[in-house]
């Protein structure tokens, strides 16, 4: 497959997690609760493994200067903080009646720039090197499962039908399509070897401003440990993903 035939897959792929939402018209709040919480646990561990393990090394091999590299993860973490100050909006990975509940509107233009900054990211992983492109896909996927799961709730909860609610949340991921294909375009005129660490710097603000303040507040010893070990597989999985696949 070309260069450009992944990033259109990965796009579409990404997209179509946003389907994963309509699981919760199956599930009792409970037991939905249940899962997500292993599963942000996990998506946390994933992304800071795919910064840390795949990105950051591969960043410092393109660029060449360390302290270039950390003003760009610095940049790309600190343009995550800024979407969501701007916007007034924190992700909800639950969908259960505890969860405040932002403005559904607002929770899709948060979403979709959200993907779209992530499609420039990844895609320019992609033209880097498209093992680096696929193990920060498959992190960046593993943190849309229970986003899309907790996003679905909630507009379902603002009283959007569902069929309203699983159109809307699909058309919000195909920005991050639109976002790979803005970066493919942009690489014929310049240099997109900064995206890699602007994107180890969004999975930096994801995995531990995002995600991990969601499974780190729980008094119950139990819990926490399934949260520690879900968290610590999905470090655990790009650590070896890097030293069998990626070298």
Same mark, same amino acid.
């Given at each position: 497959?070309?260069?450009?035939?992944?990033?259109?897959?990965?796009?579409?792929?990404?997209?179509?997690?946003?389907?994963?939402?309509?699981?919760?018209?199956?599930?009792?709040?409970?037991?939905?609760?249940?899962?997500?919480?292993?599963?942000?646990?996990?998506?946390?561990?994933?992304?800071?493994?795919?910064?840390?393990?795949?990105?950051?090394?591969?960043?410092?091999?393109?660029?060449?200067?360390?302290?270039?590299?950390?003003?760009?993860?610095?940049?790309?973490?600190?343009?995550?903080?800024?979407?969501?100050?701007?916007?007034?909006?924190?992700?909800?990975?639950?969908?259960?009646?505890?969860?405040?509940?932002?403005?559904?509107? &607002?929770?899709?233009?948060?979403?979709? @720039?959200?993907? $779209?900054?992530? %499609? #420039? !990211? *990844?895609?320019?992983?992609?033209? /880097?090197?498209?093992?680096?492109?696929?193990?920060?896909?498959?992190?960046?996927?593993?943190?849309?499962?229970?986003?899309?799961?907790?996003?679905?709730?909630?507009?379902?909860?603002?009283?959007?039908?569902?069929?309203?609610?699983?159109?809307?949340?699909?058309?919000?991921?195909?920005?991050?399509?639109?976002?790979?294909?803005?970066?493919?375009?942009?690489?014929?005129?310049?240099?997109?070897?900064?995206?890699?660490?602007?994107?180890?710097?969004?999975?930096?603000?994801?995995?531990?401003?995002?995600?991990?303040?969601?499974?780190?507040?729980?008094?119950? &010893?139990?819990?926490?440990?399934?949260? @520690?070990?879900? $968290?610590?597989? %999905? #470090? !655990? *999985?790009?650590?070896?993903?890097? /030293?069998?696949?990626?070298?």
């Amino acid at each position: 497959m070309s260069t450009l035939a992944w990033i259109i897959a990965g796009g579409a792929l990404m997209s179509a997690i946003a389907m994963v939402g309509s699981v919760t018209l199956a599930l009792k709040p409970a037991t939905l609760d249940r899962l997500l919480l292993p599963l942000v646990a996990f998506a946390a561990g994933s992304l800071i493994g795919g910064a840390f393990f795949h990105m950051i090394p591969a960043a410092v091999i393109e660029i060449g200067d360390i302290l270039n590299v950390g003003v760009l993860i610095v940049a790309g973490f600190t343009a995550f903080f800024l979407l969501e100050q701007l916007l007034h909006w924190h992700h909800c990975h639950r969908a259960s009646s505890d969860c405040k509940q932002p403005l559904t509107y &607002l929770i899709l233009i948060g979403d979709g @720039l959200h993907n $779209f900054l992530g %499609g #420039l !990211a *990844i895609a320019g992983t992609f033209l /880097i090197d498209i093992r680096l492109g696929i193990t920060s896909w498959l992190a960046a996927a593993a943190h849309e499962v229970p986003q899309e799961l907790g996003d679905f709730g909630v507009l379902l909860h603002g009283g959007w039908s569902k069929r309203k609610a699983l159109l809307f949340n699909v058309l919000s991921g195909l920005t991050f399509l639109a976002g790979g294909l803005v970066t493919y375009a942009l690489s014929f005129q310049m240099d997109i070897g900064w995206l890699i660490p602007f994107a180890a710097g969004n999975f930096i603000y994801i995995g531990a401003s995002d995600l991990v303040p969601e499974v780190n507040k729980h008094h119950d &010893l139990r819990a926490n440990a399934v949260h @520690l070990m879900a $968290f610590v597989l %999905g #470090l !655990a *999985i790009l650590l070896f993903a890097k /030293i069998t696949i990626a070298n």
